[in-house]
């Protein structure tokens, strides 16, 4: 298994909190965070590319797929939550992931924004990011 995501989280934790110190962040899914704005960004899914093995079986390359949500409030919810995208969005596609999604939400008392965004990256043992 390839693992990237601790510095994934810390290196978009650090960029977040520069440009906004009001930002909070987390490493997990929250279907409620109390604190907004609030980001996070998780691995959700992670598959070997089987083109890339070779007889010994050896991970050498993996696509993987991290989940960020972005919860707002307050009456320029919808603004704020796309100025924190395009942050979040700048640096993973600085990386070489690729966005595969960016779904807007609301809960139903339309007092909290939220964007679901997913990106996907083809990722070597060497934590080199290809883009296909």
Do not use: C, W
Request: no cysteine; hydrophobic share 35%; proline share 2%.
């Amino acid at each position: 298994m390839i693992e990237i995501e601790n510095e994934i989280y810390s290196n978009l934790s650090t960029l977040l909190k520069t440009s906004d110190s009001t930002i909070n962040m987390g490493n997990m899914y929250i279907n409620t965070p109390s604190l907004k704005p609030f980001v996070s960004i998780e691995e959700i899914d992670q598959y070997t590319d089987n083109n890339s093995e070779d007889s010994s079986h050896d991970e050498k390359f993996a696509f993987i797929v991290f989940e960020t949500n972005i919860y707002t409030e307050g009456l320029m919810r919808k603004s704020k939550a796309k100025s924190i995208l395009t942050i979040v969005d700048d640096y993973m596609r600085s990386l070489g992931f690729e966005r595969l999604s960016m779904t807007p939400m609301q809960d139903n008392k339309a007092v909290i924004y939220r964007l679901v965004i997913r990106y996907r990256g083809l990722v070597s043992k060497d934590k080199i990011i290809y883009r296909r």
